[in-house]
Nanobody
Framework: QVYLVESGGGVVQVGDSLRLSCTAS????????VAWVRQAPGKEREFVSGISWNGGVTFYGPSVEGRFTISRDDAKNTVSLQMNSLNPEDTADYYCAAGTHLDYGFGYDFWGQGTQVTVSS
């Protein structure tokens, strides 16, 4: 069992940057692909970004491509999401998820509780 805890959310202005972190406990990220998924109020879940178990492959959703960067530091048991050029459409609860395969969707075994990001105009 892997427990995931997200951090780094907050309220920012349009154009600002924010860095989210996902830390694993009860296990390690070593053999897991990790993804970020978000859900805005009244909207469906949206895949944001994912990274393979060794960091060799990364995926990004079309709405964040070029603005967000995912990375992992297995020594710190942490996966980060650097978010730049934020806009109001990025406002959502952001969830970290881990699984045995990198899935361009929601097929992950373990999920965190989420961290809220609000981009104010």
């Amino acid at each position: 069992q892997v427990y995931l805890v997200e951090s780094g959310g907050g309220v920012v202005q349009v154009g600002d940057s924010l860095r989210l972190s996902c830390t694993a406990s009860g296990g390690t990220f070593d053999n897991y692909a990790v993804a970020w998924v978000r859900q805005a109020p009244g909207k469906e879940r949206e895949f944001v970004s994912g990274i393979s178990w060794n960091g060799g492959v990364t995926f990004y959703g079309p709405s964040v491509e070029g603005r967000f960067t995912i990375s992992r530091d297995d020594a710190k048991n942490t996966v980060s999401l650097q978010m730049n050029s934020l806009n109001p459409e990025d406002t959502a609860d952001y969830y970290c998820a881990a699984g045995t395969h990198l899935d361009y969707g929601f097929g992950y075994d373990f999920w965190g509780q989420g961290t809220q990001v609000t981009v104010s105009s």
